[in-house]
């Protein structure tokens, strides 16, 4: 499965942005799905989660209350809605499959997913 994000661009802070991530040469329909964004000079970390059923969603605190993951499983299809970004929320993002089969909640484990997308980068400016 290949893994396709689209949707960043250059945003002012306090704005909204919604990027979303295509499956393609597969589905994830059974998999959790995770964003994750690396900042300059930072590491990947985890931004959110979603269960192959919706059910269970976890979010890092950084964006709790801001961000929502939602997916289409008839598309294919993971996204993030994005609103009251912050100069900080300035990355790239990265959407990728958790790799374990129907897992019943969300980790944010790194090492646990794969199928990464090539990113999309967000900036938010003051």
């Known amino acids: 499965v290949q893994l396709q994000a689209s949707g960043g661009g250059l945003v002012q802070a306090g704005a909204s942005l919604r990027i979303s991530c295509a499956a393609s040469g597969g589905t994830f329909t059974n998999n959790a799905m995770g964003w994750f964004r690396r900042a300059p000079g930072k590491e990947r970390e985890f931004v959110a989660g979603i269960s192959w059923n919706s059910r269970n969603i976890a979010y890092a605190d950084a964006v709790k209350g801001r961000f929502a993951i939602s997916r289409d499983n008839d598309k294919n299809t993971v996204y993030l809605q994005m609103n009251s970004l912050k100069i900080e929320d300035t990355a790239i993002y990265y959407c990728?499959?958790?790799?374990?089969?129907?897992?019943?909640?969300?980790?944010?484990?790194?090492?646990?997913?794969?199928?990464w997308g090539q990113g999309t980068l967000v900036t938010v400016s003051s």
């Open positions: 990728a499959i958790d790799q374990g089969h129907r897992r019943p909640r969300v980790t944010a484990n790194l090492k646990e997913f794969g199928s």
